[in-house]
């Protein structure tokens, strides 16, 4: 899963170019911290690869440690950053599609921690 969550920041960075080429910098903030949840991921593999022979606990146990903590922290700061979208209707909308994304990937990167 490294591949894919290197190819979804690359996706989410070039979204957030596009926002801020369209003059819509709320937008490009408030979509942001769907780059949490797969860097995360990407760090708890690095972890895992570096120091993987010396951690005592279950290496599972680690990544989905590390992954449950990258969710938590993508869905407060969602919270945070959509407050700067002036129009409710368009906030909501964008914290519903950010935050389903958002538990989707972590629950499929989750599904595969063990693999």
């Avoid at 960075?13 to 003059?23: D, E, H, N, P």
């Avoid at 700067?84 to 972590?106: E, H």
Wanted: net charge positive; hydrophobic share 55%; with cysteine.
């Amino acid at each position: 899963m490294v591949t894919e969550c290197w190819a979804i920041v690359i996706v989410i960075l070039a979204m957030c170019y596009i926002f801020l080429r369209a003059r819509k910098p709320e937008y490009s903030i408030g979509i942001l911290p769907l780059i949490l949840v797969p860097l995360s991921h990407l760090l708890g593999t690095g972890i895992l690869y570096w120091f993987g022979d010396h951690i005592t606990l279950d290496h599972s146990l680690v990544g989905i440690g590390i992954d449950v903590t990258g969710l938590v922290i993508t869905c407060v700061l969602l919270g945070f950053a959509v407050q700067a979208i002036k129009s409710r209707k368009q906030r909501n909308a964008l914290l519903v599609c950010c935050t389903g994304f958002t538990l989707i990937l972590a629950w499929v990167l989750l599904l595969n921690v063990g693999k």
